[in-house]
């Protein structure tokens, strides 16, 4: 399935790898990327920040206390200082440029800006790793999601959403965006005509967390376009049964 163009069919859901497989491999690695690669996923979720300098980086919360005991935001270092820290005590935070060249050709990427990350040092790594076609950007913030359809508007957008907003109100936000995907909180997902609101209009609709099978099976049931998930091998486990 091309990331620009979703399309309504009987097939299952996409496997997509949440911040790679990151049940097996410390999140937002290579390890957790090599490996959700070597499990053959359709596509690969991530988190960008920026550094100081410039450099987007691929790492999930403002500072580095929960993985790597650091209190320090990554936003505050510069991108030489961030090199020698390591998750787990092993793995390094990985520059984006670098991530999006392993991928490249082998799987979607939807690339989470953070709130406050600005949008042009991000798309200017995109193009460096020539990896305009496989990439999703993606964010919760519309302010980011405009900025990125003026800065690159043939690159596809997708609005990450949690909450209780009708299908309605969400497409009139995605169309303010121009985003044709919809990443949702899978509790928020309550039925199959939830989903066909969107697809039926040409979108896609992707679902997070799902690492139970009890949701997994419900909502491929509802025909969701893809599943965002932590043990990608248990979705793709649950999705052939």
């Known amino acids: 399935m091309s990331a620009s163009q979703p399309q309504i069919t009987n097939r299952r859901p996409l496997v997509i790898a949440h911040r790679g497989a990151s049940v097996e491999q410390p999140e937002n690695t290579f390890a957790a990327f090599r490996r959700a690669l070597a499990l053959g996923v359709d596509g690969i979720e991530l988190d960008v920040h920026v550094t100081r300098d410039g450099v987007p ?4 919360d403002p500072n580095f206390q929960r993985l790597n005991g650091c209190r ?38 939807q690339i989470e800006i953070k709130p406050g990350v600005p949008v042009a040092p991000v798309l200017r790594a995109v193009r460096a790793a020539r990896a305009q076609a496989g990439v999703i950007l993606s964010s919760f913030s519309l302010s980011i999601l405009n900025t990125a359809a003026r800065l690159a508007p043939s690159m596809p957008r997708m609005l990450i959403y949690s909450g209780s907003h009708t299908a309605p109100t969400l497409v009139r936000k995605m169309a303010a965006v121009g985003a044709a995907c919809l990443c949702i909180d899978q509790r928020d997902v309550k039925s199959a005509a939830f989903v066909r609101y969107f697809r039926i209009r040409g979108h896609s609709v992707w679902c997070w967390t799902v690492n139970r099978p009890v949701d997994m099976r419900r909502l491929a049931s509802f025909g969701v376009t893809a599943l965002v998930g932590d043990d990608p091998a248990l979705l793709q486990r649950t999705l052939r049964q």
């Open 57 to 60: 980086f691929v790492y999930h």
């Open 72 to 109: 320090r935001r990554g936003t505050h270092a510069t991108w030489r200082e961030l090199r020698s820290l390591r998750i787990g005590g092993a793995e390094p935070i990985p520059r984006l440029s670098a991530v999006l060249r392993l991928i490249r050709g082998r799987a979607i990427v």
